[in-house]
C-alpha cells in the first residue's frame, strides 16, 4: 500500500523564480491539502484540494496556487518567490468521507524549498 | 489569542517516567482533535486520532475536556525512541474543515 509520495525531496531556487511541487496521495485517498513548516513552527495549512477543486484555503497570497489531477495528485505553485518562503512543503492526504475516520491525514516526506 | 496553543517545552524526563502535555484550543466548534508525532526533519505522523472524551492505545492516552477547552496526551514508561516533537492537531469546521496545527512540544527522553 503505497503512501504519500512527494518530489522533489529539495530544491534551491533564486528569489523571483517560481517552483511547482508534486504530490501523489495515499491509495484509495481522494483529498489533498499543503502546508508550509518553518524551522521550529508548526505545520501552517495552505489549501486543500478535492474533486480537482480548491475547496479551502489558508492564510497565503495568491503566489500561492494549486492544482489537483483525476488521479487524485497534486502540484503547488509558487510564483515570485520570496527569502521567507524557504520552508519544508508538506501534502497530506485523506479521504473525503462521513464519520471521524474521513479527517485523519496521512503526510508525504515533504520537499525542502531553499530560495536564495 | 492562537487557535492552538502548545508548550513549546522541551520536556526533558528520564527513561521509564511519565510525562503529560495538554494542548488548548480557542474555537469551540472544533470537532474532531489529533496527536502527531515529528522527528526532525521528517514529516509528521499520527500518533492518536482523539474520539469523544479520550482514548488509549498502549502506553499513551489522550483525553479531550470540551468545556475547558484542551486535548492531553500523557505517555507512560517513556522509551528513549519517544524523543520527537508532538504536534497537536484541531480540526476547524470552516466551509468543509482544515487543520490546525499547534506549534509542537518537544519530548527528550534520557537515559
Known amino acids: 500500500d503505497a503512501g504519500v509520495t512527494q518530489s522533489p525531496t529539495h530544491l534551491i531556487k533564486t528569489r523571483g523564480q517560481q517552483v511547482t511541487l508534486r504530490c501523489s496521495p495515499k491509495?484509495?485517498?481522494?483529498?489533498v491539502s499543503w502546508y508550509q513548516q518553518a524551522l521550529g513552527q508548526g505545520p501552517q495549512f495552505i489549501f486543500q484540494y478535492y474533486e480537482e477543486e480548491e475547496r479551502q484555503r489558508g492564510n497565503f497570497p495568491d503566489r500561492f496556487s494549486g492544482h489537483q489531477f483525476p488521479n487524485y495528485s497534486s502540484e503547488l505553485n509558487v510564483n515570485a518567490l520570496l527569502l521567507g518562503d524557504s520552508a519544508l512543503y508538506l501534502c497530506?492526504?485523506?479521504?473525503?468521507?462521513?464519520?471521524?475516520?474521513?479527517?485523519?491525514?496521512?503526510f508525504g516526506p515533504g520537499t525542502r524549498l531553499t530560495v536564495t | 489569542r492562537k487557535e492552538v496553543e502548545q508548550d513549546p517545552g522541551p520536556f526533558n524526563v528520564p527513561e521509564g517516567a511519565t510525562v503529560a502535555f495538554n494542548c488548548t484550543y480557542s474555537n469551540s466548534a472544533s470537532q474532531s482533535f489529533f496527536w502527531y508525532r515529528q522527528d526532525c526533519r521528517k514529516e509528521p505522523k499520527l500518533l492518536m486520532s482523539v474520539y469523544s472524551s479520550g482514548n488509549e492505545d498502549g502506553r499513551f492516552t489522550a483525553q479531550l475536556n470540551r468545556a475547558s477547552q484542551y486535548i492531553s496526551l500523557l505517555i507512560r514508561d517513556s522509551k528513549l525512541s519517544d524523543s520527537a516533537t508532538y504536534l497537536c492537531v484541531v480540526n476547524i469546521p470552516s466551509g468543509t474543515y482544515k487543520y490546525i496545527f499547534g506549534t509542537g512540544t518537544r519530548l527528550k527522553v534520557l537515559a
Open positions: 497530506a492526504s485523506s479521504l473525503t468521507a462521513s464519520g471521524f475516520r474521513g479527517y485523519e491525514q496521512y
Open positions: 491509495s484509495g485517498h481522494d483529498t
